[in-house]
């Protein structure tokens, strides 16, 4: 168990150094943003949705692996 805390804290790190040094990872087509004069709104629905599915993949993929 203690395995996979290590392995998802050092995705974790990667992922945000990525994000630290300026890659847009998750601007995904389907998102909306919305840039006014005075106003941004940036709602992620394309990539949450990808998000989930991938995650839902892998925890189910560590429950058949990890009994």
Excluded at 38 to 56: A, H, K
Aim: charged fraction near 10%; charge should be positive.
């Amino acid at each position: 168990m203690a395995k996979i805390f290590i392995v998802i804290g050092v995705i974790f790190v990667l992922v945000g150094l990525l994000m630290l040094f300026g890659v847009k990872l998750f601007r995904l087509p389907g998102d909306i943003y919305i840039q006014k004069e005075n106003f941004s709104f940036y709602f992620p629905i394309t990539t949450s949705i990808l998000l989930s599915v991938v995650f839902s993949l892998l925890f189910y993929l560590f429950s058949q692996f990890f009994r």
